[in-house]
């Protein structure tokens, strides 16, 4: 019997087992949704669950600690300055995991894990037909104005700052004029 033998083994080894988990993390929190197979992602879970519950802490200790299971150094930063603040007032239950059915070659069950706020949107289906051109040749007027407008816009902040250049350099020559005429008349009035 198994008593006391919790978790899943996956047919790996234990070396093997925790390698793949850190890799699965590391991108599971690089890219907040990933497809894997189901028992992986329900492996994966309680594992990704305890690393965000960590950078919860905010502390250095707990930095290093979340470096020494995840592969990526930008990875760590995403999770501590981005995730952890996301879920500051949830207790748990940041991961879902939704199944997707069979794999084609093996028939393996898929599943999508993926946080909580970082739901899958579908692309814009585009139309077909005379609707679809119109939209198209309106969506490029409106990309066509708004550069004209980004244009005329910096075209005329570089007018200011020339102006306003402009003006500082003849505030300049004007300080250095005045100083070198009161210069100047010292030196007169020693000479007569």
Do not use: W
């Not at 250095?60 to 996301?86: E, G």
């Not at 949830?90 to 794999?103: E, F, M, P, T, V």
């Not at 393996?108 to 946080?115: Q, S, T």
Request: glycine content about 6%.
């Amino acid at each position: 019997m198994r008593h006391q033998k919790a978790g899943k083994k996956l047919g790996r080894t234990s070396s093997h087992r925790s390698a793949l988990l850190r890799t699965l993390a590391t991108q599971f929190f690089d890219r907040e949704r990933i497809i894997t197979t189901l028992s992986k992602a329900k492996v994966l879970r309680p594992f990704a669950e305890k690393i965000i519950t960590l950078a919860k802490r905010e502390s250095l200790h707990a930095r290093r600690q979340a470096l020494a299971v995840l592969r990526k150094k930008s990875v760590v930063s995403k999770l501590f300055d981005d995730l952890a603040p996301r879920f500051a007032d949830r207790n748990g239950g940041y991961c879902r995991i939704i199944k997707l059915g069979a794999r084609k070659g093996d028939a393996a069950e898929r599943a999508i894990i993926e946080l909580i706020g970082s739901e899958y949107k579908p692309p814009k289906v585009e139309k077909k037909g005379k609707g679809a051109k119109k939209e198209k040749a309106e969506a490029a007027e409106t990309k066509t104005t708004e550069k004209a407008e980004k244009t005329e816009k910096v075209e005329k902040t570089e007018k200011k700052s020339k102006k306003a250049a402009a003006e500082a350099g003849s505030e300049k020559k004007e300080k250095k004029e005045k100083a070198k005429a009161k210069a100047e008349k010292p030196a007169k009035k020693k000479a007569k």
